[in-house]
């Protein structure tokens, strides 16, 4: 068994939790398996650990644990499981089995010239569920880049308002320049936000020769108006775009090649997208401000459904595609401005691991010392916005964990729309706490949430313990009667 040789390759959207949990659960199941594995993540800083060629040649399998880009075409002719990086979490011994019985399927990858691969339908499984997958995966890998472009802008765009609401406008008297080169910096980085989702869509499809013509598409969309809605409708046209050119363009000589990366790529692809996105920005305009005034009027009308639906799905899957869909939603209504929305959705993401920390602090006796010391934990990683530490204790009884985090969650969610709390940042959580606007309204209403939840946990935790200890002394009673 120490003979099989695996490489694994894992990667979230964020970068920050599932990728690095998911490399240590592969890790703790092959040392438990005997199995030799090398995992190379895709974080938020980068890649590390990378593969070498020769470590993949070696190779018996690869496991790809990812919802983004990996660059999986290197792994052609190798057997890979390829699945969500929540797989690579809760499910590493299973895969790592697939390798050992051999039922993993041979990856196909299909070169279209020397600088770039472009991967074939082998390579996108086929099937519904695969689909779907992949079509995640492709949006995620988008969002995975913007991240950096609003965080940086927003905070930066924050930290001007500080100075005066109207501190950046040269013609009113409270004009700061320091104010100003804030604003102006964060802004630029703001603008750039669609164009980078769209560019690393279309990467993700059809990998360097999407880049240029996702990221044109995004810059169409954007000058136009029509927000991030059109980002990810240019970034998937473009992607597929170029995918279009590398079947048509297959038959050309392979001497060709370079002149294809260089020269009909980029040209067509570029004038290709450029017709699709001027036909599509109009109505993609209409519908991305139709949905900011729904948002506006229903935020204003009904906070509490609001902060009941985006708390819920904040905490339903921690860091899975729900999770991301309110998620991306909120890093996406930042680049329109709305700050309020992006609020809510961090309360609701912020409190589930505080209210594990909660919980295992208040009724720490019914608690092991082994979870105890991960609820201190996390403290830590709810008060940086790392959902994903409740995992551990929801995936021990999900039945009844995950509905009690959402409600936390809904709490949290619901009071941050009611006091009308701002927060320009999509990560970071008390780190931001200065450009928040209504900091103090916003730590008590993730304060209340989370001990909303920990009080119900605990009770349940309290409950199931006094039972199991009335069961162990009906059964003590009933041997001694015997």
Excluded at 114 to 126: L, W, Y
Excluded at 143 to 172: E, K, N, Q, R, T
Excluded at 248 to 270: A, D, E, Q, T, V
Excluded at 327 to 349: D, I, K, P, R
Aim: aromatic letters at 8%; one cysteine or more; charged letters at 15%.
């Amino acid at each position: 068994m120490a003979d099989i040789k695996i490489v694994a390759a894992t990667g979230c959207p964020t970068g920050i939790a599932h990728t690095f949990m998911a490399e240590e659960a592969l890790k703790q199941a092959a040392k438990k398996l005997g199995i030799e594995i090398k995992i190379e993540t895709h974080g938020q800083s980068g890649i590390e650990n990378a593969l070498t060629k020769q470590e993949i040649t070696e190779a018996d399998g690869v496991i790809i644990a990812a919802d983004k880009d990996v660059k999986a075409s290197r792994f052609h002719g190798k057997p890979v499981v390829e699945v969500p990086v929540a797989k690579g979490i809760h499910e590493p011994e299973k895969l790592i089995q697939t390798i050992i019985d051999g039922k993993a399927t041979v990856y196909k990858a299909k070169k279209d010239g020397p600088q770039e691969v472009i991967t074939d339908s082998g390579s996108h499984p086929t099937g519904k569920k695969a689909i779907l997958h992949s079509i995640y995966k492709d949006l995620m890998n988008g969002v995975s880049y913007m991240l950096p472009f609003v965080v940086g802008g927003g905070v930066l765009i924050a930290l001007s308002f500080l100075f005066g609401i109207h501190s950046a406008d040269p013609d009113h008297e409270s004009y700061n320049s320091v104010a100003a080169f804030l604003n102006s910096t964060g802004g630029l980085a703001f603008q750039l936000m669609v164009p980078i989702l769209a560019a690393f869509i279309a990467e993700s499809i059809a990998k360097r020769p999407g880049l240029v013509v996702g990221f044109i598409g995004g810059l169409i969309a954007s000058n136009g108006g029509a927000g991030f809605l059109g980002g990810i409708v240019a970034g998937f046209a473009g992607g597929y775009i170029v995918l279009l050119l590398v079947k048509l363009f297959s038959r050309m000589p392979k001497s060709l090649n370079g002149l294809k990366s260089i020269f009909l790529y980029p040209l067509i692809g570029i004038l290709l997208i450029g017709i699709v996105m001027t036909l599509l920005v109009e109505p993609m305009t209409a519908i991305n401000e139709g949905m900011k005034t729904f948002l506006s009027n229903f935020q204003d009308a009904n906070p509490i459904l609001l902060g009941l639906i985006v708390g819920a799905m904040s905490a339903f899957d921690m860091g899975g595609p729900v999770n991301k869909a309110a998620y991306v939603t909120g890093t996406a209504l930042l680049a329109e401005g709305n700050f309020y929305f992006m609020a809510g959705v961090s309360a609701a993401c912020i409190t589930p691991p505080l209210v594990i920390a909660f919980a295992t602090l208040f009724f720490k006796k019914y608690f092991n010392q082994a979870e105890r010391n991960a609820g201190g934990v996390n403290f830590i990683l709810g008060a940086t916005h790392i959902t994903e530490g409740a995992i551990p204790f929801a995936a021990k009884n999900p039945i009844v964990v995950i509905p009690i985090l959402m409600a936390g969650s809904s709490v949290s969610a619901i009071l941050t729309y009611v006091m009308g709390v701002q927060v320009p940042a999509p990560h970071g959580g008390f780190l931001v706490l200065p450009v928040v606007t209504g900091a103090v309204q916003w730590v008590i209403a993730i304060l209340a949430g989370s001990l909303t939840g920990a009080f119900i946990y605990g009770f349940y935790k309290k409950h199931k313990h006094e039972k199991e200890k009335q069961k162990g002394e009906e059964d003590e009673n009933n041997e001694q009667i015997a």
